[in-house]
């Protein structure tokens, strides 16, 4: 891989042009957002609903002290939490103490404990006014405090980069435990997308 990753523009294109598949598509642009806002991992995630309630499913998460791709847990969401609520009406959710910031030390006390998880910042992304899941940078190693510059670097790829995303989870990403890189056999996403509620005016 070269050091520096490729721009959005052109991660897009190969994908446009057949040069890489869908998971390759989704680790390059994982790869971008590590090292465009500098966290230590970089995920996508989506909503789909389970047993018990919606969940946020990982279908790419890049670990830039690794430099490889890794696996991580759903965050389920068993009705209504500060979490869902603050990304459903603010877009982004920050925690530069994850483990102790009332936001994230409800639903994300376990996911945040288990992965040493210090920061982090998650933004959604919608299409047409659906919310379908969140970019998430996380940060293991050090305490950071998000500025107004990552979080809008984040907002802007997320807006950039969404309808794409749409079409590949669509198309070619199966969200079933252990079969997130399977794109030999195309399985449809199988959720209910969120109707996105907007801050009143």
């Not at 721009?7 to 998971?23: H, N, P, V």
């Not at 047993?51 to 998460?61: E, H, K």
């Not at 102790?100 to 959604?124: C, K, W």
Request: hydrophobic share 40%; proline share 5%; net charge negative.
């Amino acid at each position: 891989m070269p050091d520096q990753p490729a721009d959005l523009q052109t991660i897009s294109g190969r994908l446009e042009r057949g040069e890489i598949d869908s998971a390759q598509y989704l680790e390059q642009l994982m790869r971008f957002v590590a090292a465009q806002i500098g966290c230590t991992r970089a995920g996508l995630r989506l909503f789909i609903d389970t047993p018990a309630g919606r969940a946020l499913r990982s279908v790419a998460m890049y670990d830039a002290a690794q430099d490889r791709m890794v696996g991580a847990a759903d965050i389920v969401h068993a009705g209504s939490d500060p979490y869902l609520e603050r990304l459903q009406h603010e877009g982004n959710v920050t925690a530069s103490d994850a483990a102790i910031d009332p936001v994230t030390a409800g639903v994300l006390r376990e996911y945040v404990a288990d992965n040493a998880i210090v920061s982090l910042m998650d933004m959604s992304f919608s299409v047409n006014g659906v919310l379908f899941g969140t970019f998430s940078c996380e940060q293991l190693d050090k305490r950071v405090e998000w500025t107004q510059r990552q979080l809008q670097s984040l907002r802007k790829i997320a807006s950039r980069a969404s309808l794409t995303l749409m079409h590949v989870v669509n198309a070619s990403v199966d969200t079933t435990p252990g079969a997130l890189w399977e794109t030999s056999t195309p399985n449809r996403l199988a959720t209910m997308p969120m109707p996105l509620d907007l801050p009143p005016e």
